[in-house]
């Protein structure tokens, strides 16, 4: 007697993709099978194919009539088949495991996957690591899990258009990682360029953003800029600087470093091998008035410039960024300063953003910020005990940076330099309790688009490095994009694992395919159709190429970046209130968004 669940045979194969002819006898639509409906042939459903005491797996990437592949041959009108790429195998114990040890022959029946075969697949992965992100799209009983192993140490992307769920789908997925009952030593840092997060975590986040107020809810973003590499920290202070003020800077500051590990660190550090990359304190304040000192100086022509003969009228203020004042030369008893040192312009610069209160969280950040001799009051063990957690305490698994704040000129830079700094931390105490091989952290990168779209940029470098090596020094990445065509491809590329939401544009989907297994690509045209909250996971986190319904984190624990009303929706939406448009007039008042707006603080209400 015929098998209900049989569809048809294999009729040629290359490599994992198999062409699927469909008997005659089987029928279009739905068919009943235990009582279940299954769509027949439907893009992205499963089918199974009986290798003896396993199964073979695969995905429908193809479906089609009378104009069958080139490979089928098959000139007879009306012939059905359909396109399967093989991505797995299930043995007689029920045990489901990529990969492919045999490959399906000519004539071998292929199958329906039913609602038991489905258990085969997804039920086995209920152990410790994985954690239930949603459930299947095609059976809702069944849970669709991540192995939270290859989803961090292999990297993963979330991609979809803005309103497809992206920030919802991220969120729900970080509650899951960052559960204290089964995680309660996970760490996650997640940069929040638009301050969506600060909502959806309440207990289990803490919030950094610029200028933060106690009172008003956060903490105070600090990114100290003695901690940044030279080359990171040009940009951000000086803009620029050529070859030969660029050694003379690096000279100086080199030896304030060296001073300031022989006064204090000597014990730990030997100062002739600190460079000027090396994590240690020294006064920005200090080197500008220093520099400024050096080309503003005047000298009496008959002696040796020294600090000591230098004509001054007024010695100025570093603290207060008030240069001193010399007498005027008057080219027969005063004259100039010899230096050669022609950075005046620079200097202006560096001067200009020393004084900006919206990069205080870099030049002046708090306990951080070093005097003048160069001592912070506090050091950067601290700063990464708030970031990445501690053993005292209540443990908050995840670290929201509130980079709303950040001036966009230097974005992509600070970004970058955050990237580097969290990498060098972790990767040189790898082999400590709290490196990252002991403890490893997942680094998500919100709205990547913006700061990843040039592969030589600060960001695009530091994020390659680490998603090409950051799997040995147990740094895993998210990136989280709207418009995936403008992320380097190199990047998307090492994310083993893809969850991709709904996506019209031709150019992104067409960039999300190139970075996935080439026999996929054909069930990525099913983006521009997913529901919102929907996703198609593909990947090393996954057994099977997965359309999933993501599970939207509880009330009072999404991102704030739902969309607004315009009118109130009547058809039994939860989260529906009165709209925009349609409800009563109120008294215009607009003073207090003129205080948010001075004060640059999205967080009043």
């Known amino acids: 007697m015929r098998s209900p669940t049989l569809l048809g045979l294999v009729e040629s194969a290359t490599g994992s993709s198999v062409t699927v002819g469909l008997l005659s006898e089987t029928l279009s639509g739905v068919v009943y099978i235990e009582g279940e409906g299954h769509r027949v042939g439907q893009v992205g459903g499963f089918v199974r194919i009986p290798q003896g005491f396993s199964n073979l797996y695969g995905i429908i990437t193809q479906a089609g009539v009378a104009a069958a592949p080139v490979q089928l041959g098959d000139p007879e009108s009306g012939r059905r088949w359909l396109t399967v790429e093989i991505v797995g195998e299930g043995t007689a114990n029920k045990k489901f495991s990529r990969g492919v040890f045999s490959y399906p022959t000519i004539g071998d029946e292929v199958h329906i996957v039913t609602q038991s075969d489905l258990w085969v697949i997804y039920g086995s992965s209920d152990t410790r690591e994985y954690v239930e992100i949603g459930s299947l799209s095609s059976s809702r009983s069944i849970p669709a899990r991540i192995d939270v192993n290859r989803l961090v140490t292999r990297h993963c992307a979330i991609v979809g258009a803005t309103g497809s769920g992206k920030s919802t789908t991220v969120a729900g997925v970080l509650h899951r990682l960052s559960d204290g009952s089964r995680f309660p030593s996970s760490r996650i840092i997640l940069l929040d360029l638009h301050g969506e997060y600060a909502e959806a975590f309440g207990d289990s986040g803490r919030v950094f953003r610029s200028g933060a107020d106690e009172g008003r809810g956060g903490c105070s973003l600090a990114i100290p800029f003695w901690a940044l590499t030279f080359d990171e920290l040009v940009p951000l202070a000086f803009g620029s600087l050529d070859d030969m003020p660029r050694g003379r800077v690096i ?61 001054i009228e007024d010695s100025g203020d570093p603290e207060r960024l008030r240069p001193a004042r010399f007498k005027p030369f008057d080219g027969s008893k005063i004259i100039q300063s010899r230096s050669t040192l022609n950075i005046r312009r620079q200097l202006e610069v560096l001067g200009s953003r020393l004084r900006d209160p919206r990069l205080g969280f870099l030049f002046a950040p708090g306990a951080w910020a070093p005097a003048l001799d160069g001592s912070p009051r506090s050091d950067l063990d601290e700063l990464l005990s708030l970031w990445l957690g501690s053993g005292k305490g209540e443990h908050r698994p995840v670290t929201i940076l509130d980079l709303s704040g950040v001036p966009t000129s230097v974005l992509t ?193």
């Not at 994590?279 to 503003?296: A, G, K, M, T």
């Open 251 to 311: 000279d100086w500051i080199t030896e304030r470093k060296r001073d300031r590990v022989r006064s204090d660190l000597s014990r730990t550090v030997d100062p002739e091998i600190v460079t000027v990359d090396s994590p240690v304190p020294f006064s920005l304040h200090q080197l500008w008035y220093d520099l400024r000192w050096e080309i503003d100086a005047t000298y009496p022509k008959s002696m040796e410039q020294t600090k000591e003969n230098a004509q």
């Open 413 to 605: 830079a600070l970004v970058g330099a955050l990237v580097r700094l969290l990498f060098d931390a972790l990767f040189w105490g790898k082999k400590l309790s709290e490196g990252g091989r002991e403890r490893p952290l997942l680094l998500v990168m919100e709205e990547a688009h913006l700061y990843l779209s040039k592969a030589d940029g600060a960001a695009g470098l530091a994020v390659k490095r680490v998603v090409k090596e950051g799997r040995k020094y147990g740094i895993g990445a998210m990136i989280v994009s709207q418009r995936p065509s403008e992320i380097d491809s190199t990047i998307l590329s090492q994310c083993g694992t893809l969850i991709a939401m709904r996506m019209g544009n031709s150019q992104d989907r067409a960039h999300v395919a190139s970075a996935t297994n080439e026999g996929l690509k054909d069930l990525l045209d099913l983006l521009p159709t997913l529901r919102t909250g929907e996703a198609i996971i593909v990947g090393e986190a996954v057994h099977l190429p997965t359309r999933t319904m993501i599970h939207r984190p509880a009330n009072g624990m999404q991102p704030s970046s739902s969309d607004p009303r315009i009118v109130e929706i009547e058809y039994g939406d939860e989260e529906s209130g009165p709209g925009g448009w349609d409800r009563s007039r109120e008294p215009t008042d607009y003073s207090d968004l003129l205080v948010a707006w001075r004060r640059q603080d999205s967080t009043l209400r």
